[in-house]
């Protein structure tokens, strides 16, 4: 006890026992610092050396014995392979082999009957209209039900632009040709949601997006999940029977985002035929572009930067207005730029979380970030001239931007000092990354300061890899439902497929006041640091992701709510899940929808809509729905076997570097 006590009390009593503690070199007995800890446990000694002692071994209490996780990781990896099956170049995308999958882990087995309905392409009628009317996805609000006219529609989106922004003449001729669009089909999730879920949610759906979370995680205990503890006294035997007794933790049911579960029905209440119907939609989504081509152009030319064509502020706007969205200082911010630092205006979409409400103005900002303060920072760059040992590829994946407009020619601070005034502007240091065989260049908020000087009120909360089995699941639920004998259709197979937004981040741009605070430094292999402006919003800041992530979840939420495409997104990257008959289709759809807001999308990232798709890193195999009434998640086989090999590679050197752990 006295050792407890003279210690301060940093650890539990039991750790001062003689048979819990070292001698030193005087002999003196004590517990063990935190670079002991962190060795005992597989860390480098040195590892996250920047938290301090105290925080230090915070963070090795609560980390795994990186060997043994290791191991464990490799016992799963090696288990029965059959991810080989996707990476086969005869894969048909609406196959139903019962052989395998990928197999790490399955979503839990839904009893579906595979017996085929008496039906050909050439009869395919919407499901359900049979057994109920469900075709009212599509159906109900075409007559009569036009919610807003167009007019009125227009003239509550352009009050998200300063007045007078538009030309009045522009604005009348732009409402004359809006003149007899019906706009039912915007209100449809809204009246769905408030039928079938007693409100409307019309933004994010967080309850769905925390569900999608394991039990038993840091995220549903803060919501309350009882949590079941296994009592400490048992034999390994007992532990063990208790611990298999226990709840998987993926067998918390999954729950649909609001939209998406929309989404779902109406396109199993449809089945093929939602292709035609998606088809006269995006007709008319067309029409309502083009009638705000004018207005369209007008906005997109008063951006402070025009390194990309930008997305339709205006058209997006309208959408806005008509699903009635939250975040309504998108588009405006669309045009005049988004704030990188300092307090940031609240999109109210995503997660409040409990800030200092006090805002970080900007003589605040000034008197910390930037100014004498600034100007230190950058001659404590000067002095810093290491070259890193990437420095070439810096370099290059640097110039490749410069080359797209991106950004401008790499410059010396001289330059900058002319252009915004010694103390005006702030770089971000820039190093590279490599995620497989892509270089990654990453600017440094953390270490510029950029983030400890900006304020958010929110966070965001992302989609798991899970979502398109979840989808999958809930879709043929519902079309099993939608049969009068509980069967699902011949033409029933579900394929899944990617796209990405070309170079996400920057198709947005910061405000004409944070440009000068949106440049990277990194030395050259010469020995001469250099600096260059980012048009785009840097990759490394906090508020960029917060910022970026606005315009992706607007363009899923029109997805979901107006055409009532089964799809989502985790940052750049888009999934969508499709019937195999219509799936070609409902690409290219995908596609022009976003071409009508002007999102430019990677090509060379997109994956066809196949049965074995790759989500956010994870293989899902929905060929085995109808042949093994599952859906089968697990690693990519290449990743697999990467990963295998690292891991021998560890264990057989015995050591790692901070970055590999």
Known sequence: MCRFNSDGRRFPVYQYTEGNLVSGATGELRPLNASERFELMGFPSGFAASLGEDKRLAAIGNAWHLPSLLLFVKAILNGPDHSERPEQSGLSSSSSSS?????SSSAPPHSFRSISLRTTQTEVQPQ???VGGKGQFWDKGSKGDQGDSAKETLGN???MFPPGFFPENMVDKAASKLQGINLGFMR????????????????????????QTPHGTQTTKKRGTPLTTIPPDLDAAGHLAEAMALRHPYDLPAKLEADLEFAVKGSAAAGPASAKAREKTLATLRAIQRALGHLDTLAVSKRPAGHVPGFRPVFIAFLIEGMKWPDRSLPWDLVQGVELVGTLHSSNIFRHISNDPSPLGQEALAAGFLGQAASDYVDDLERDLRVSPMSAEIWKETMKEVNLGLCGEP???????????????????RHIIVQGDKLRPIDDGKRSSHNAATNASETILCCRPSVIAAAALEFTRELSELSSDGSLPEWFGLVAGTEDLWKGYRQMHALERDQAVAIASFVREDGVRVYTELFGLPFGLMSAVIQFNRVPCVITACLRRLLLMMTSHYFDDSSQLE?????????????????????????????RMTGVVKFLGTLTDLTRIQSDDAIVLGPWPSTRRKTIKLIDEFLAGGRMTSSQA
């Not at 690409?587 to 807001?597: A, G, H, P, W, Y």
């Open 157 to 159: 989106a352009l009050c």
């Open 188 to 211: 449809k999730y809204e009246r769905w949601s408030k039928e079938n879920l007693g409100c409307f949610v019309d933004g994010l759906d967080f309850d769905a997006l925390y569900r």
């Open 579 to 607: 019937l195999n008959l219509i799936a070609a289709t409902t690409k290219t759809q995908v596609i022009r929808f976003f071409k009508l807001c002007q999102v430019v999308i990677g090509h060379d990232k997109s994956q």
């Open 99 to 103: 052989s395998s999958s990928s197999a």
């Open 128 to 130: 359900g209209t049979h």
């Open 411 to 429: 410059v010396t601070r001289d330059v900058l000092d002319d252009k915004f005034g010694r103390g005006n502007w702030r770089p971000l240091p």
